[in-house]
């Protein structure tokens, strides 16, 4: 049981481009996050998914996108990246229970580091 | 939308009792608490969530007050191996699904 896997690890991207980030778990929840991480800072909610085909945004989504076309993946793409964007990055997922996305155990990821220069 | 306020770091020493307190005044009556730990380049762990009352684990309790605008994480006899960052988070009732809100963290250093 892999749990939640990320990648990639790190990347540098250049003000612009694009890029999807991985997120694949193994654990058959329903529920899955993405959140960014500043340095110092607590973390904030990007989008989240309740379920294949079925997503809605946090905190932060903009300059952000997602789809679940899957139960095990989520990934998160970044469309003309700004350097506002630099952040790590955190997937995670829990199972569902009745009662909303708050209630239960969240499985975070290890991590991607983005930096945009 | 639920602020969730922390103190940003606390000292404590081997073998002592450790009590971090986190301020959520607006956190909505489906709301849950939940208190998350992370060590340098990795993800939060799950330490404890709570609705109301008191929680007791295997690593730590969790005490609400009636009100729930606040919670106290309590972890019995730290080590020097507790030296992290705590988080609280609130939010994701069934009627504030998307609001998943993390506070700022509070580094416990713990001395030997």
């Known amino acids: 049981n892999a749990g939640v896997t990320q990648t990639p690890k790190f990347r540098i991207l250049k003000i612009g481009q694009s890029m999807t980030l991985q997120c694949t778990q193994d654990?058959?929840?329903?529920?899955m996050y993405w959140y960014r991480q500043d340095p110092g800072m607590g973390l904030k909610l990007i989008y989240y998914?309740?379920?294949?085909?079925?997503?809605d945004k946090g905190e932060v989504p903009n300059g952000y996108n997602v789809s679940r076309s899957t139960t095990e993946d989520f990934p998160l793409r970044l469309e003309l990246a700004a350097p506002s964007q630099t952040s790590v990055y955190f997937c995670?997922?829990?199972?569902?229970?009745?009662?909303?996305?708050?209630?239960?155990?969240?499985?975070f990821g290890p991590g991607t580091r983005l930096t945009v220069t | 939308l639920a602020k969730t306020t922390q103190p940003i770091s606390m000292d404590s020493y081997e073998g002592q009792e450790v009590n971090i307190t986190c301020s959520h005044n607006?956190?909505?009556?489906?709301?849950?608490i939940t208190w998350y730990q992370q060590f340098p380049s990795q993800g939060p762990r799950f330490i404890i969530q709570?609705?109301?009352t008191k929680v007791t684990n295997e690593v730590a309790s969790l005490f609400i007050p009636a009100d729930r605008k606040s919670s106290t994480l309590s972890l019995p006899r730290v080590s020097l191996s507790d030296t992290a960052v705590y988080y609280c988070?609130?939010?994701?009732?069934?009627?504030?699904?998307?609001?998943?809100?993390f506070g700022q963290g509070t580094t416990l250093q713990v001395k030997p």
């Open positions: 995670a997922s829990s199972s569902g229970l009745a009662g909303g996305p708050g209630r239960g155990e969240q499985y």
């Open positions: 654990m058959n929840h329903n529920y």
């Open positions: 998914s309740v379920g294949a085909g079925i997503t």
């Open positions: 607006n956190i909505a009556t489906n709301d849950y």
């Open positions: 709570g609705y109301k």
């Open positions: 988070l609130v939010g994701g009732g069934s009627s504030n699904t998307g609001k998943l809100i």
